[in-house]
């Protein structure tokens, strides 16, 4: 009986070895989509061309397919594999197997048209911030008591939004990206620095698919902020708490990403990773909380909803404010969100600030402010609509809203006028930073479509004309320079190869702004108090708000 029955031993042994190759191959397929996911983007929210969440294809699809031929690699850990999670990857694409893609679906073979293939969109890790390698691209320098940020390069990435499919590199560029002549982007590709795909862009009038992949290096300048620096109020395993000083934003957006609080705190504080528990104007200063965790977070913003934080303001205000406590409900409509002006209208949103005074020097007043709700700049417009705008407030101070400056929300023009008007006073003052605005940015809706109103002032119209003809000048003298670099780079000298602060393309190296003074950076509004369950922070009263503060 068992001499016949060793005859099946190596036959059962062959069985299990054979049963263990599936089980591994299996295995490791099944754990690189995980894998995968462990590598970070490296594309931050904070760009102007901002990388949307997509997902990479059907769950429920074959799980035997195979990459794409030709498709892109990674250029770095940023950027994750272009496969579907799950996915077995082949040894190499010689040996893929060629697998159907489904019943009643038939696979377009590349060699049978020559087109050009579109590797599929990459995930985005939820939840990546900041790391090290972001706060080494630069390095900062104080100057004036201002804080200002070396020029560094910067890649710009985004996929191929629904509105630029079908049409070429060129319309998208010179529509919708305008704060450069076309002469840049053309000279830009002759640098290898538009990339689609991971591959260079060798032509201009590529037309563009769903799903591409762009990305364009650009050297990037960053306005100055104050020097004065960012304090920490308190910090325990939950939150940090900070105290921010005016001009500096919250986190990157527009032309800001390292002079913002946020990489402040990373660069010198070592504070990474945190989730912002609610926001300041970039002008207002005071206290700002920061959460740790994600848990932490999402608790603190649920008591938000339930309305039990307690938010106090100071600012100081023109004119004789009334004695008596004040309550303003007029309700607040956004005018722009890209420019960012807002003002009351009764198709706005319900709003309720209380408003106290504490002093009055007999040419303006300090006031104590309580937002029951949290609309964008609630307390800037029902102070300009009760008459006693914040005293140096760049915009609802502005005699752009007419003579009686917006009091009693009466405005004598339609918004257009008024947008016009506010981007034409700040065009003139080389402070578009007010309005997070840049010059690329203005549509010509907001400029040289019509005459400015009256109501700027013949010394405005005279500022602005200046202003516009210096603008001019850089602009056309911009497709000349790039041109010469063009025809002859080996002309460019080692030093400005070597050092980033200087780029050959970069019109912003050849124009000379001039700085804002650090007073010119502060605005009259501060946030002394916030207050929830468990906590309260406080955060010292400003210089302007003291008793004895005198005015310039």
Known sequence: MWPGGCRWLPVLLQGYLNLGRLTSARTWGSCWGPMAETFSIGAEAASGLRAPVQQNGDAGGDARGERTSGSPKPVDAGVEPPQEVGKQTPVSEEQAPVAPSGPGKRKKRRDATRERVVPPPKKRRAGVSFSDEHFAETSYYFEGGLRKVRP?????????????????????????????????????????????????????????????????????????VTAEPVRLLAENEDVVVVDKPSSIPVHPCGRFRHNTVIFILGKEHQLKELHPLHRLD??????????????????????????????????????????????????????????????????????????????????????????????????????????????????????????????GG?????????LRDLVAEHQAKQSLDVLDLCEGDLSPGLIGSTAPSSELGKDHLGELAASAQKMDGAVEAAPQVLDTMALAPEKATETDVVNQEIDPLCEECRLVRQDPLPQDLVMFLHALRYKGPGFEYFSPMPAWAQDDWQED
């Open 282 to 407: 970039r002008l207002t200063s005071g206290v700002l909380m920061f959460a740790k965790t994600a848990a932490v977070s999402e608790r603190i913003h649920e008591q938000v909803r339930d309305r039990q934080l307690e938010k106090e303001y100071v600012c100081r205000v023109e004119g004789e404010f009334p004695a008596e406590e004040v309550t303003c409900k007029e309700p607040i409509l956004v005018v722009s969100y890209k420019v960012g002006v807002c003002r009351v209208d009764a198709r706005g949103k319900p709003c309720e600030t209380v408003f106290q005074r504490l002093s009055y020097n007999g040419h303006s007043s300090v006031v104590r402010c309580r937002p029951l709700t949290g609309r964008t700049h609630q307390i800037r417009v029902h102070l300009q609509f009760l008459g006693h705008p914040i005293l140096n407030d760049p915009i609802y101070n502005s005699v752009a809203w007419g003579p009686s400056r917006g009091r």
């Open 410 to 418: 009466h405005i004598p023009k339609t918004d257009e006028e008024l």
């Open 152 to 224: 560094y390069y910067f890649d710009f990435r985004t996929y191929c939004k629904g509105r630029w499919v079908g049409h070429s590199l060129l319309h998208v560029f010179s529509t919708e990206f305008r704060a450069q002549p076309l002469a840049y982007y053309e000279a830009a590709v002759r640098e290898g620095r538009l990339h689609l795909n991971e591959e260079p862009v060798q032509d201009l009038s590529i037309v563009l698919k769903d799903n591409d992949f762009l990305r364009n290096r650009v050297h990037r300048h960053e306005p100055p």
